[in-house]
């Protein structure tokens, strides 16, 4: 996508289509609205009369041929109640707007946003824009390939000079951080035949080349001598051995302690001996959308010079069940030397997690925050809407927050309590793998709580937020990328925790 940015008048923007935003209204007033009315003969009071468009949010019109003006139509986006309106509302608007014929058969747009002065609402409009087209047409052929976007050119419009320059780096940034998203939805959504752990660190390792990034992958061999037991009980079923990847961004100062990012990279979970149910089971080849979001934000981190030392971890593995498989009831070591039952093969999650949580202390980091598609439970706390949180440092926590309320990829916070830490005790060994499933979300981050060092942590579980069912304005139906847009805000406006 090429973007172009000025300053010039609505009826001069030369762009085949311009798209104007409205809130909610009952009676033309709005300096755009009024200007549009005025070139098309009272369409906008006739749209309003006939309560056609009013500004509600979701709503959105094509009005052709204004006259006076250069372009060749209007598209006007409702952004809903004005005291309701965040960057979000942007967001959602452009996220419709991407998928209207009559933008998608443009060759040129123009986003017209007159006075306009938020740089948060000018990147949300184009990360909206991007995310609300995102699709993945590598696995059709023939006609069923051929993408129906034309728009190639997208032009941002201020009504003055003043803020032209805030306008092009915010939707340069913008721009990065939803390609971040992009290709983490991207990972997420192959399937696990093309995406193996093996497969899975080549595709990493060649990213990070691209952005010259440090990377390192683990193999086989070298996870054994990391001695890391609980990850790799979880790859013994598959005739896929698992990998490791470690990426390594340094954009801050030599001495800086890094931030430290896990991410789960089940490659596909089965749940090995402890088979899942069918019905579902296709969607687990998600469950290493954790680590896609961990490689995706390392890699926009870099693209935005974002002036942090960064690490990311991804133990990347397939759960099956096979003659090899982990079984219910074996108990296996951990890196950190803790033993650990195994009464459930399918909560594999938190064993390769508790290895690379305590190989994190290689990095003497100076945080450390996992994401990770954990517990079904999630489904009945937050469902698709948010994600729980949940570790060891409000300072941290509060930071996740802000970064969640600028971002609105939602976060809520759950204890860590006594209770859970007692719901993980095993009697024959350490710890078991399996609390049951009361309280599964908040049990599991105790789990990992026992592999954690001294330092600030915290635990984001994505089960759910990680897989879209319907599709809303800007989150197609499937893959998210949830906590790209997070992780990449908290990593902008670190404080030291
Ligand atoms: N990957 C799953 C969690 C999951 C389930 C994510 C459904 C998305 C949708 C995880 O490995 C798992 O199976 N967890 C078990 C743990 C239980 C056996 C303690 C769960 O949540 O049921
Ligand atoms: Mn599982
Ligand atoms: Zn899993």
Avoid at 3 to 32: G, H, L, N, R, W
Avoid at 202 to 216: F, G, M, P, S
Avoid at 337 to 357: F, P, Q, S, Y
Wanted: charged share 25%; proline share 4%; with cysteine.
């Amino acid at each position: 996508m090429k973007y172009v940015f000025s300053a010039q008048a609505m009826a001069e923007i030369p762009s085949e289509t311009v798209i104007c935003f409205a809130e909610q209204f009952d009676k033309i007033a709005d300096k755009t609205l009024v200007e549009i009315d005025g070139a098309t003969a009272g369409a906008v009071a006739t749209l309003l009369k006939a309560k056609e468009f009013t500004g509600r949010a979701g709503e959105a019109v094509t009005l052709y041929r204004p006259s006076g003006f250069r372009c060749r139509r209007v598209v006007l986006l409702g952004l809903g109640d004005r005291k309701k309106k965040t960057a979000d509302s942007y967001r959602k608007a452009m996220g419709t707007a991407s998928r209207m014929t009559s933008i998608m058969s443009s060759g040129s747009a123009a986003v017209y946003f007159g006075t306009q002065r938020s740089e948060s609402v000018y990147q949300a409009a184009v990360e909206g824009y991007l995310l609300g087209a995102f699709r993945i047409l590598d696995y059709k052929t023939g006609e069923n390939k051929r993408a129906k976007h034309r728009l190639n050119e997208l032009q941002f419009v201020l009504a003055g000079k003043a803020n032209l320059r805030r306008l092009e780096k915010s939707v340069r940034r913008g721009a990065i951080i939803a390609e971040g998203q992009m290709l983490a939805r991207e990972l997420t959504l192959t399937p696990s035949n093309l995406l193996t752990p093996e497969l899975y660190a080549d595709k990493v390792e060649r990213l990070a080349k691209e952005n010259k990034i440090q990377c390192r992958v683990l193999d086989q061999k070298a996870i054994e001598r990391e001695k890391m037991g609980a990850f790799l009980s979880v790859a013994r079923g598959s005739e896929a051995p698992p990998r490791f990847i470690v990426l390594q961004y340094k954009g801050g100062p030599a001495g800086q302690k890094p931030i430290v990012l896990v991410g789960k990279g089940v490659t596909f979970d089965s749940g090995g001996i402890s088979l899942k149910p069918s019905l579902d089971m296709h969607e687990m080849k998600q469950d290493m959308a954790g680590s896609a979001v961990v490689v995706a934000t390392v890699i926009t981190a870099s693209r935005l010079r974002i002036n942090r030392n960064i690490v990311g971890l991804a133990p990347t593995a397939e759960n099956l069940p096979s003659g090899h498989a982990t079984r219910p009831g074996d108990i296996i070591k951990s890196r950190k030397g803790k033993t650990v039952e195994i009464i459930n093969t399918d909560a594999e999650g938190r064993l390769l997690l508790a290895d690379a949580l305590d190989y994190a202390n290689k990095f003497t980091p100076q945080a450390v925050i996992d994401i990770a598609t954990l517990t079904g439970a999630t489904k009945f706390i937050l469902g698709y809407a948010g994600a729980p949180i949940l570790g060891n440092n409000e300072k941290l926590a509060d930071q996740i927050r802000e970064a969640s309320k600028a971002t609105s990829e939602r976060v809520w916070e759950l204890p860590i309590w006594d209770d859970f830490r007692d719901q993980m005790k095993s009697s024959i060994a350490d710890l078991t793998n399996s609390g049951g499933k009361v309280a599964g979300t908040a049990a599991a981050a105790a789990f990992l709580e026992n592999f954690i060092g001294d330092w600030p942590w915290a635990h984001i579980d994505i089960a759910y937020v990680d897989l879209e069912p319907k599709g809303t304005p800007y989150v197609p139906k499937g893959a998210t990328g949830f906590g790209v847009r997070l992780l990449t805000e908290l990593l902008a406006r670190w404080r030291k925790v």
